[in-house]
């Protein structure tokens, strides 16, 4: 079976554009979630969906990050007028939604801002 | 379990010998604990978990310790392989929440 699988892999882009980052999770995961990882730091929680609904978007640092999931499978996380600090690695894991349980990791898409 | 920004402590050890991988986590609430693994350039990938209820878990090569009196978590890999050389991270969920909470990670190499 496919495992979390993400897209683009690698992304540049100027300061002020958006982008889009895409994820689809493991079938049958009815939970995802986002992560932001900076050079050389951990993890940081963005958002969770269970199903399609966010009941937490907490790590949303700002108002230009936003992320929508549809059909209960793919979500895309979007940056609206991308500035350098964003420059990160953007992580998507998806479970099978009971509580606590293992999520499991895409590979990520790194994402530069010039 | 706050980054350390871009020093992360660093565990070298000889190849076939034990690695003890350590985490303080910061909240009482937390009732489960995952470790991960994650290599150069890829996404983490899960080694074992556990939960609360336990003090000890064991795996294939590896095992987890938890001390909830003092809140801390370790990894135990035996007879350590070059393969294992990656960034370790451990993380914690909180009894009422989905989202994990990830530690800064120890970068484990292994000399040959």
């Known amino acids: 079976g496919a495992g979390v699988s993400q897209s683009p892999s690698n992304k540049v882009t100027e300061k002020g554009k958006d982008v889009e980052l895409r994820c689809d999770p493991i079938s049958g995961h009815t939970a995802l979630y986002w992560y932001r990882q900076s050079l050389g730091q951990g993890l940081e929680f963005l958002i969770y969906?269970?199903?399609?609904?966010?009941?937490?978007k907490s790590g949303l640092p700002s108002d230009r990050f936003s992320a929508e999931r549809t059909g209960g499978s793919v979500s895309t996380l979007t940056i609206q007028r991308t500035q350098q600090e964003d420059s990160a690695v953007y992580l998507c894991?998806?479970?099978?939604?009971?509580?606590?349980?293992?999520?499991?990791f895409g590979p990520g898409t790194r994402l530069l801002v010039l | 379990g706050e980054s350390v920004g871009l020093h992360l402590p660093t565990l070298s050890v000889q190849e076939g010998d034990n690695s003890i991988i350590n985490c303080a986590y910061s909240n009482s609430a937390s009732d489960y604990f995952i470790w991960y693994k994650q290599e150069s350039g890829k996404g983490p990938q899960f080694i074992i978990d556990i939960r609360s209820n336990m003090d000890k878990r064991q795996g294939q090569r590896v095992t987890v310790l938890l001390n909830k009196t003092v809140k801390h978590l370790s990894l135990q890999i035996a007879a350590t392989q070059p393969g294992d050389s990656a960034v370790y991270f451990c993380a914690e969920n909180i009894s009422h929440g989905n989202k994990l909470v990830f530690g800064a990670g120890t970068i484990l190499r292994v000399k040959s």
């Open positions: 894991a998806s479970s099978f939604g009971r509580f606590q349980e293992t999520q499991y």
């Open positions: 969906f269970q199903g399609n609904s966010a009941p937490d």
